[in-house]
T-cell receptor
Framework: GAGVSQSPSNKVTEKGKDVELRCDPI?????LYWYRQSLGQGLEFLIY????????KSGLPSDRFSAERTGGSVSTLTIQRTQQEDSAVYLC????????????????FGPGTRLTVL | AQKVTQAQTEISVVEKEDVTLDCVYE???????LFWYKQPPSGELVFLIR??????QNEISGRYSWNFQKSTSSFNFTITASQVVDSAVYFC??????????FGSGTRLQVQP
C-alpha cells in the first residue's frame, strides 16, 4: 500500500514568510509525528497526534510553529515568519498508534520536506 | 530524561569488511524499545529493527546483526560483508512510551568499492 507522503519535497522561502508543509499518513494509522532534521543532526521531535486526543506539542521550538490534523488524517505543519535557523528537513511519520495499550509501535517515515529559508 | 549517543560520526570501510555501529542509551524506565533506522541518500528513513527491553537475545537478519546488552546500555549493530548499498546514515532510537522517539545523532557509513 501507499506509504507516508509529504509535500512539497522542497521549499525555498524568504525570511519572514509563512510556510505550510503537508503530510499524508498511511491510511488507518491513528498516530502522526513531526520531526525536524537539521543538517548533519539527528531527528528532533516537534509534535505528536494520537486519534482525537489533544496533540503533544512539547517539542515545538517556538510559537511560530503550529500544526493541525484534520479529520484524523492529513496534517499540516505551519511555520510563521520563517527564520534562517528553521532551514531543515521536516519529516513526518505515522504509526498504527496504541496497540493493546502500548505506544511501542514502529513509525513509518515519509520522504521529508527540505525547507530552505534565505 | 532519555538520551541516545552514537559516538561514531562517520565510518568508512571497504566492501566486504565487517562494520559495527555503536549505540548507547540512557533512560530510567525499565520498559522501553530500541530501534535502528537506515537513511539512504534518498532521505527516507527505513525501519530495520525493534527490540524491547526484556529481550536481550541477539538477533541476526541476513548480513545484519544486533547485540543488545542492558548491563552496558548498548544496542550495537553489525553489518557483515558490507556492500556499497549499505552506504547510508544509520540512526539508533529509543522509545520509552512517551510517544516520540529519541534519536541519536546518526552514524554515516561509507562503503567503498
Amino acid at each position: 500500500g501507499a506509504g507516508v507522503s509529504q509535500s512539497p519535497s522542497n521549499k525555498v522561502t524568504e525570511k519572514g514568510k509563512d510556510v505550510e508543509l503537508r503530510c499524508d499518513p498511511i491510511s488507518g494509522h491513528t498516530a502522526l509525528y513531526w520531526y525536524r532534521q537539521s543538517l548533519g543532526q539527528g531527528l528532533e521531535f516537534l509534535i505528536y497526534f494520537q486519534g482525537n486526543s489533544a496533540p503533544d506539542k512539547s517539542g515545538l521550538p517556538s510559537d511560530r510553529f503550529s500544526a493541525e490534523r484534520t479529520g484524523g488524517s492529513v496534517s499540516t505543519l505551519t511555520i510563521q515568519r520563517t527564520q534562517q535557523e528553521d532551514s531543515a528537513v521536516y519529516l513526518c511519520a505515522s504509526s498504527p498508534g496504541t496497540s493493546g495499550g502500548s505506544f511501542y509501535n514502529e513509525q513509518f517515515f515519509g520522504p521529508g520536506t527540505r525547507l530552505t529559508v534565505l | 530524561a532519555q538520551k541516545v549517543t552514537q559516538a561514531q560520526t562517520e565510518i568508512s570501510v571497504v566492501e566486504k569488511e565487517d562494520v559495527t555501529l555503536d549505540c548507547v542509551y540512557e533512560t530510567r524506565d525499565t520498559t522501553y524499545y530500541l530501534f535502528w533506522y537506515k537513511q539512504p541518500p534518498s532521505g527516507e528513513l527505513v525501519f530495520l529493527i525493534r527490540r524491547n527491553s526484556f529481550d536481550e537475545q541477539n538477533e541476526i537478519s541476513g548480513r545484519y546483526s544486533w547485540n543488545f546488552q542492558k548491563s552496558t546500555s548498548s544496542f550495537n549493530f553489525t553489518i557483515t560483508a558490507s556492500q556499497v548499498v549499505d552506504s547510508a546514515v544509520y540512526f539508533c532510537a529509543l522509545d520509552t512510551g512517551r510517544r516520540a522517539l529519541t534519536f541519536g545523532s546518526g552514524t554515516r557509513l561509507q562503503v567503498q568499492p
